[in-house]
């Protein structure tokens, strides 16, 4: 298993991956759509995106975005998105990106990383809370625009 930093080259592969994590959300698949959006992000160097190859296969994938803390003065990430295709589910995938992560974070000096997960997805819940991650005390707000 490899863990590369996506890039253009990887694009195709990883439009795939992102299809298909939409899909696990219950969004109706859009190839074309999933794409252009990835290559906008990775072309305005807004994400960073690492997507785990097994066997010349793309398996998994996690996407970070930057943001920052005004109360510590550093960068922080929120990690948006992270996907294992169902049949690379239980062969530690998950969590070798999530440490992938966790080693980014810290080489770029973050306060912190975050991220929501829906209360029923027990599974990662557990790994979440397997890697010392914690609900933190503060309740999340949000306003959806159209």
Do not use: H, W
Not at 6 to 35: C, N, P
Not at 38 to 56: C, G, H, T, Y
């Amino acid at each position: 298993m490899e863990i590369l930093q996506a890039t253009m080259k990887e694009l195709e592969e990883l439009t795939i991956l992102f299809d298909e994590y939409r899909q696990f959300y219950g969004i109706e698949s859009d190839v074309s759509s999933a794409k252009a959006f990835l290559q906008l992000r990775m072309a305005l160097q807004e994400s960073i995106i690492f997507i785990v190859v097994e066997k010349n296969k793309a398996i998994g994938f996690a996407q970070l975005y930057p943001t920052f803390s005004s109360i510590a003065l550093q960068r922080a990430y929120i990690l948006n998105d992270l996907y294992v295709t169902e049949d690379a589910r239980g062969q530690g995938v998950g969590k070798a990106l999530m440490e992938k992560v966790f080693q980014y974070c810290e080489q770029q000096y973050a306060r912190y990383v975050t991220l929501q997960t829906a209360p029923d997805n027990v599974n990662a819940r557990k790994l979440y809370e397997k890697l010392e991650m914690m609900q933190d005390q503060y309740s999340n707000y949000v306003k959806y625009f159209s």
